[in-house]
């Protein structure tokens, strides 16, 4: 069964809103990219676009892998879908990857967004 904040995230995904949440101790604004399990643990690629870090945010964002165990105080809201440039990397943050809001992605998604 996902948790809350699981199913938070694929909202997010599916309406393409952003997420304000703590993670860690500190803000974060985010867009979900990809969510999905690693080693038993529900995790998500996000890009991060605002907030806080325990690393320097570049102008503009960066990508984020987060363990979803680790978010708090996640609520939805309206703005801009923001997920950066393409990385040239293939992604190693989701090893089973359960959504994608790519629609032609390479990671073989099990289920489809099917966006409202």
């Known amino acids: 069964?996902?948790?809350?904040?699981?199913?938070?995230?694929?909202?997010?995904?599916?309406?393409?809103?952003?997420?304000?949440c703590v993670y860690r101790g500190r803000t974060r604004e985010i867009c979900p990219?990809?969510?999905g399990h690693t080693d038993g643990h529900e995790v998500a690629l996000t890009y991060q676009f605002g907030g806080q870090s325990n690393s320097r945010l570049p102008p503009g964002g960066e990508w984020r892998c987060l363990s979803l165990s680790d978010v708090s105080e996640a609520r939805l809201r309206?703005?801009?879908?923001?997920?950066g440039?393409?990385?040239?990397?293939?992604?190693?943050?989701?090893?089973?990857?359960?959504?994608?809001?790519n629609p032609d992605s390479p990671y073989r998604p099990k289920r489809s967004l099917n966006r409202r």
């Open 1 to 20: 069964m996902p948790s809350s904040v699981y199913r938070l995230f694929e909202e997010a995904m599916r309406s393409r809103k952003q997420i304000v």
């Open 33 to 35: 990219v990809i969510l």
């Open 78 to 83: 309206d703005g801009p879908w923001l997920v």
């Open 85 to 101: 440039s393409r990385h040239a990397q293939q992604q190693r943050c989701v090893q089973e990857v359960d959504l994608d809001v």
